[in-house]
Nanobody, 122 residues
Framework: QVQVVESGGGLVQRGGSLRLSCAAS????????MGWYRQAPGNQRELVAH???????DYADSVKGRFTISRDNAKNTVYLQMNSLKPEDTAVYYC????????????????WGQGTQVTVSS
């Protein structure tokens, strides 16, 4: 089985910074991509940032220039550095490990963490 665990959320004032971490563990052979998504109350879950095993990144327009995603493939870990935070960034942030191939398996699957709350006060 594969576990995905996020950490690093919390309460911060407008303009502040937070760094989220996410680690995937278990019998993992490889992971195609990892991403951060968020869901605010009453809204659908949306992509925040995404990074492939090769290092290609993609960001939501609303976070470009403020958030940076990075990845340590050897540790199956992804980070999200969030700067210049705004109240509208308030949400539960979820990490996803996508296209995970387990050591004993053939097919690939996606795995999600439980989420970490980020609250930005005005």
């Amino acid at each position: 089985q594969v576990q995905v665990v996020e950490s690093g959320g919390g309460l911060v004032q407008r303009g502040g910074s937070l760094r989220l971490s996410c680690a995937a563990s278990g019998r993992i052979f490889s992971i195609n991509a990892m991403g951060w998504y968020r869901q605010a109350p009453g809204n659908q879950r949306e992509l925040v940032a995404h990074i492939t095993s090769g290092g290609s990144t993609d960001y939501a327009d609303s976070v470009k220039g403020r958030f940076t995603i990075s990845r340590d493939n050897a540790k199956n870990t992804v980070y999200l550095q969030m700067n210049s935070l705004k109240p509208e960034d308030t949400a539960v942030y979820y990490c996803a490990a996508e296209g995970v191939k387990q050591t004993a398996g053939i097919s690939r699957g996606d795995y999600w963490g439980q989420g970490t709350q980020v609250t930005v006060s005005s």
